[in-house]
C-alpha cells in the first residue's frame, strides 16, 4: 500500500485494511508518512517526511514509484488521486494487480479547496472527476468509502467495492458503563481542523459555553489549519487554549484517539454543509458511536438522518454557534439523557457499524483480483 497525503498508520490504511490483510495471511509494506523504518505489528512500514507545500508532495509521487518497484509486490493498493498516474505507470510495467482506494469524494471536494482560485474550481472538478473516472478502467479494482461510491465506479470498474470506514473491534471491547467512572466534563473533536471542518464554529461555541459553565473543556485531536481564519478568532483561540478550555493533541495514532474518547463526555462533528460533506457519514460518526459518545453534529445530510434513525446524538445548525453552545451545555447539564444517548448509538454501532463485516468484503475482493501473497 502506498500513500503521500495519510500516515503510514492511518486508520484505515493501517488497523483496518492493512491489518485485516495480515491476519489473513499477506505480507504487507506500507508506504507513507512516518518519522522511521520499521515493522509494526507485522506490517513494514517505508517512511515519506511531511511534505513542506503541495508541490513537494505531488513531486514525491516519483520517490514513491521507486519504492514501490523495488518491493516487486503481488498487489499495489494505492490511497491518493494525485497517484494515479503511479498506478498506471507500476500497471503498465509490472504484472501487479493495481487497486484504487477512493476515500472521499474527491471531485467535490475540489469546489471547497481554498488554495483553488474559485473560479477555476467548477473547471478543476470537472476535470478531476473526468480523469478519475477514465482512469480506473486500467486498474484492477477499486476500493471506495460508501456504496454510493461504489455505484459511481461501478460504471468504469466492474470490479468495485465499497469498505465503510466502520470502528474495529477493539473500539467496542467497553461498553459504556464500563467507561463511566472515567468520564469526564469533556467535549472531544477528532480529524483535521480548518475553516471547512468548523475551526471558527469551534472557537465561536467554546466562548459561548465558558460564560455559562467554567468546569469543562474541549479535546481537539488533529492537525489544525488557520488558513481563511479571522485574526481575531485566531488570537482568541490562543486565549482559550492558555485558560485550558481549549487542549490541542494534533495527530494521534488510532488506538491512542480511542482512549481519549473513552475519558471524554461528549463528542462534536462541527463540520460544514460543503458539496462533498453533504454526501457520506464522517468516520468520526462511527467512532463516536461505538464509544457510546453521545454528540453534536450539523443538521445536514446523511449523518442527520442516521441521526433521527437511530436517535443516536443532537442535530443543530451547523452554522450557529448559539445552538452548538446550546446543545452542549444541555447535554453537560442532563448526564442521564447524555448517557442513554450514547447507549443507544453504542448498542447500534454495533449491530451495524463494525470493521468485522468490512474485512470480510476486503478479503473476498482480493480474492477475486488475484493470487494471496501468502507468508512462509
Not at 139 to 145: L, Q
Not at 163 to 177: K, Q, R, T
Not at 294 to 317: E, K, Q, S, W
Request: with cysteine; hydrophobic share 40%.
Amino acid at each position: 500500500m502506498f500513500t503521500t497525503v495519510h500516515q503510514a498508520r492511518d486508520g484505515r490504511i493501517f488497523y483496518k485494511e492493512g491489518m485485516s490483510l495480515v491476519k489473513a495471511g499477506y505480507d504487507l509494506t506500507i508506504i507513507g508518512l512516518h518519522p522511521r523504518e520499521e515493522v509494526v505489528q507485522g506490517i513494514k512500514i517505508l517512511p515519506l517526511s511531511p511534505a513542506k507545500n503541495r508541490l513537494i508532495r505531488l513531486l514525491r509521487g516519483i520517490g514513491v514509484l521507486f519504492k514501490a518497484f523495488k518491493e516487486k509486490a503481488d498487489f499495489y493498493h494505492f490511497h491518493d488521486p494525485e497517484l494515479i498516474w503511479v498506478g498506471l505507470t507500476l500497471k503498465m510495467f509490472t504484472k501487479a494487480r493495481v487497486i484504487y482506494d477512493a476515500h472521499e469524494y474527491y471531485a467535490e471536494s475540489i469546489l471547497s479547496k481554498q488554495w483553488i482560485p474559485k473560479k477555476l474550481r467548477p473547471l478543476i472538478s470537472k476535470l478531476a472527476n473526468f480523469l478519475e473516472k477514465r482512469s480506473v478502467r486500467f486498474f484492477d479494482g477499486v476500493v471506495t468509502a460508501t456504496e454510493m461510491m461504489e455505484e459511481r465506479f461501478k460504471k468504469f470498474s466492474p470490479r468495485t467495492v465499497a469498505l465503510n470506514n466502520y470502528p474495529v473491534e477493539e473500539f467496542f471491547a467497553y461498553s459504556p458503563e464500563d467507561c463511566l467512572p472515567r468520564r469526564e466534563k469533556r467535549i472531544i473533536y477528532t480529524g483535521s481542523i480548518n475553516k471547512l471542518r468548523g475551526l471558527e464554529i469551534i472557537i465561536r461555541t467554546i466562548d459561548l459555553v465558558r460564560k455559562a459553565r467554567e468546569d469543562f473543556q474541549c479535546l481537539l485531536v488533529g492537525k489544525i489549519d488557520f488558513t481563511g481564519v479571522d485574526s481575531a478568532l485566531i488570537q482568541l483561540f490562543n486565549q482559550l487554549k492558555d485558560e485550558g478550555y481549549l487542549k490541542v493533541f494534533g495527530h494521534l495514532d488510532y488506538k491512542e484517539l480511542f482512549s481519549l474518547l473513552r475519558q471524554s463526555q461528549l463528542a462534536w462533528n462541527p463540520i460544514l454543509p460543503a458539496p462533498h460533506y453533504c454526501l457520506a457519514v464522517p468516520s468520526k460518526i462511527y467512532e463516536y458511536m461505538a464509544a457510546g459518545l453521545p454528540f453534536i453534529t450539523g443538521d445536514f445530510g446523511p449523518t442527520a438522518r442516521l441521526v433521527r434513525r437511530y436517535n443516536c446524538g443532537c442535530l443543530v445548525n451547523p452554522l450557529n454557534p448559539q445552538e452548538h453552545a446550546e446543545a452542549i451545555l444541555r447535554l453537560f447539564n442532563q448526564e442521564n439523557t447524555a448517557r442513554e444517548i450514547g447507549k443507544r448509538g453504542y448498542n447500534w454501532a454495533r449491530k451495524f457499524f463494525s470493521w468485522a463485516k468490512e474485512e470480510k468484503k476486503l478479503l473476498l475482493f482480493y480474492e477475486e483480483i488475484g493470487r494471496k501473497q501468502r507468508k512462509g
